[in-house]
C-alpha cells in the first residue's frame, strides 16, 4: 500500500455517501428512464433510450469505481499523526510571495470533500508532493502549470 491509497475517516464516509447515492438515488432513476424509453418503440433510432444506457453505464462504472477504491484505502487517523512537519491529513499554511494560502493535504479519492478549513489539495498533487516532509520555515519550490512558485511553511496544524 502506497499513501495514494490513504483517505482520512470524514473522507471515507463522504465516499460511501456517494456510493450509497449511487445506488439508492441515481441508479434506479436511470433505470426508470431506460424502460420508459424502451417502451418509446423502436430502439435503433431511439436517442432517449441511448443515451439513458450511456448514462446507465456511466453510473455502473463509477459504483464499481468507488466500491473498488474503498476496498483498497486504508483509513489515517490524522489526529494520532506528529505536527512537527507536513504530513498526511494536515493543514498547513503557506506565503507565496506576500500571499497566505491554507490547505489540507488529503487523498487523491478525497479533494473535494474538504471545503470547509482549507483548500484541499491531494497527497499526489505537485503542491502536495513538494510539502510533504517540510517543517515550520522551510521554503520549497513547485512546478506548476504556470511556472516555479516558491512556498514557504508558516505553520502546521
Do not use: C, W
Amino acid at each position: 500500500m502506497n499513501n495514494l491509497d490513504y483517505i482520512t475517516m470524514k473522507g471515507l464516509n463522504k465516499l460511501k455517501e456517494r456510493l450509497d447515492h449511487l445506488n439508492i438515488v441515481e441508479r434506479p432513476e436511470i433505470i426508470k428512464q431506460v424502460v420508459t424509453a424502451r417502451e418509446m418503440g423502436d430502439l435503433s433510432e431511439n436517442a432517449e433510450y441511448h443515451a439513458a444506457r450511456e448514462k446507465e453505464r456511466m453510473i455502473d462504472k463509477d459504483i464499481s469505481h468507488i466500491r473498488a477504491r474503498i476496498n483498497k484505502l486504508k483509513v489515517i487517523d490524522t489526529d494520532k499523526l506528529p505536527k512537527d512537519a507536513v504530513r498526511f491529513g494536515a493543514v498547513v499554511v503557506v506565503k507565496e510571495k506576500d500571499k497566505l494560502t491554507k490547505y489540507k493535504i488529503v487523498g487523491i479519492d478525497e479533494t473535494n470533500f474538504h471545503k470547509e478549513e482549507a483548500i484541499a489539495i491531494s497527497i499526489a498533487s505537485p503542491i502536495g508532493k513538494a510539502l510533504l516532509g517540510t517543517k515550520k520555515g522551510q521554503k520549497v519550490t513547485v512546478r506548476v502549470p504556470k511556472g516555479d512558485i516558491v512556498l514557504e511553511v508558516v505553520e502546521i496544524k
